[in-house]
């Protein structure tokens, strides 16, 4: 190789890992971007020395909620600093937040307040997707087209949440819509209609104890809305992604959906990996520390759903990262009141450790590879996001974002070692195999062995290529 070819950094006998492959190499870095990997690369600015360590893109967590609206009167715990800050210490380095309607603003409206509070707090890079709710039903048509064009390709809707909820006609609008355009179209997928009637009958009849959430929304209600979204994407012909998936039920309803050859896209989530419907029997007020929708299912589904992220079933694992603080005035613990599932909203904390909790109950138990781990982690989102090769990738001319990883460090999570805003994980006490040492963001450092580098504000938003 040229001796006059010269990095920023180079980063020195690590174990480079991709969504295909693992290789010992080094990888020079040049301007923020990945220039070369090789042996004996020539001299760099600043030499990293990763012996022992896998070299691995940086995370891309396609979906977390971060200063979105107040619901059932608690306020999301992180903004874009503490939120991403969070992130790039698990080695994470994109982010995929959504735009929620504002409160007398149109959609494009409330697109321009989030890009301008990110542009101004985020510490690594992050493109949005759209919500479309009951009170943007108008803006399907006069909003929407506009904001694809825009690249923000991708749209969530609902079929369960007051205020959210669409009916399956409205669903379709939204589905043509991005469809013409080259977007996704993200559904969650719980029967609302089910969800509401579950709920009216439990408290009637039993109160409104936290053990009940999951009989509000069994595996059926999930089964059933997974099954109406595949056949609406069917007759529509729109990319469809199906959010966290958390039942066994609903996943076979996506095994039968690639069988027939309809090509839906899937995404589950850490907590229905690592926690069960167990949390939820803890006494009182403890239990709303776990209550997420869906909620957590039986062991059993579980260990479905693991062998789902093992043969490629799903094809991503994102955090869902929604940080209802647990104590204070706008939490999900009510002061003076005992605990009821319809006072509680739904959301767990995790953007920080998605993938220490992936790796360590994923790779370290073998139910999955280290190269499954970097495509369902970082490749796969970038690549149904329209990110891809500049994010979830190492190849020459993508962004520096890498994250240096020690497979054999052990530990046990602990909210006081985490950096988000939050009060509490629900995942205190799990033990780990495998954690980030450090996360580059286009080749700057921004975590090192505990070391918080960097700041606010440096993070930039992504463009995005469109769906063929």
């Known amino acids: 190789m040229s001796g006059a070819l010269h990095f920023d950094l180079a980063i020195r006998n690590g174990t480079i890992v991709t969504a295909s492959d693992r290789f010992q190499a080094d990888l020079g870095i040049r301007d923020g971007c990945v220039l070369a990997i090789g042996r004996d690369l020539p001299p760099a600015d600043r030499d990293v020395d990763a012996s022992g360590l896998l070299v691995l893109p940086g995370g891309v967590d396609a979906h977390c909620h971060i200063e979105e609206p ?3 009167g608690a306020e999301l715990a992180d903004d874009f ?22 409160e007398g ?18 510490r690594i890079d992050y493109a949005f997707h759209v919500i479309v709710g009951q009170s943007s039903i108008a803006s399907i048509a006069e909003e929407l087209p506009a904001l694809l064009q825009a690249g923000y390709l991708s749209v969530k809707v609902y079929m369960s949440y007051a205020g959210y909820m669409l009916d399956d006609e409205r669903i379709l609008e939204v589905m043509e819509t991005t469809r013409r355009f080259g977007g996704l179209t993200m559904v969650h997928a719980e029967n609302g209609h089910c969800v509401h009637f579950l709920s009216d009958r439990l408290q009637r009849a039993q109160g409104g104890s936290l053990a009940l959430w999951g009989g509000t929304a069994p595996p059926a209600v999930e089964r059933e809305a997974t099954h109406r979204a595949i056949t609406l994407a069917e007759v529509s012909g729109a990319r469809t992604l199906l959010v966290h998936v958390s039942a066994s039920q609903a996943l076979e309803q996506i095994r039968w959906a690639h069988a027939q050859g309809i090509k839906i896209l899937a995404e589950t989530c850490p907590q229905y990996l690592v926690r069960t419907a167990e949390d939820l029997a803890r006494p009182g007020w403890e239990a709303a520390k776990f209550v997420c929708s869906p909620p957590l299912r039986a062991a059993t589904d579980v260990a479905q759903l693991w062998q789902g992220v093992g043969d490629g079933t799903f094809d991503l694992v994102s955090s869902d990262h929604c940080p209802y603080r647990f104590e204070g005035p706008t939490g999900k613990k009510v002061a003076g009141s005992d605990a009821h599932f319809r006072h509680v909203p739904p959301g767990l904390p995790g953007i920080e450790t998605r993938l220490m909790l992936l790796f360590s109950e994923g790779v370290r138990r073998r139910r999955i590879t280290l190269e499954q781990f970097v495509a369902l982690t970082a490749t796969n989102p970038a690549k149904i996001y329209g990110l891809y090769p500049t994010k979830g990738s190492l190849m020459p001319g993508a962004d520096a974002d890498m994250v240096l990883w020690d497979p054999e460090a052990q530990g046990v999570i602990r909210h006081a070692d985490l950096h988000d805003a939050c009060d509490y994980t629900p995942f205190e006490g799990q033990a780990i195999e495998g954690r980030p040492v450090m996360t580059f963001s286009r080749g700057e450092c921004l975590f090192d062995r505990g070391r918080i580098l960097g700041g606010p504000g440096r993070g930039r938003i992504i463009a995005r290529s469109r769906s063929p």
């Open 81 to 102: 600093d503490s939120a991403t800050l969070a992130a790039a210490c698990g080695g994470t380095t994109t982010i995929m937040p959504f735009v929620n309607r504002l």
């Open 105 to 122: 603003a149109s959609l494009r409206e409330s697109a321009e307040d989030y890009a301008a509070r990110a542009q101004a707090r985020a």
């Open 70 to 72: 107040a619901f059932l």
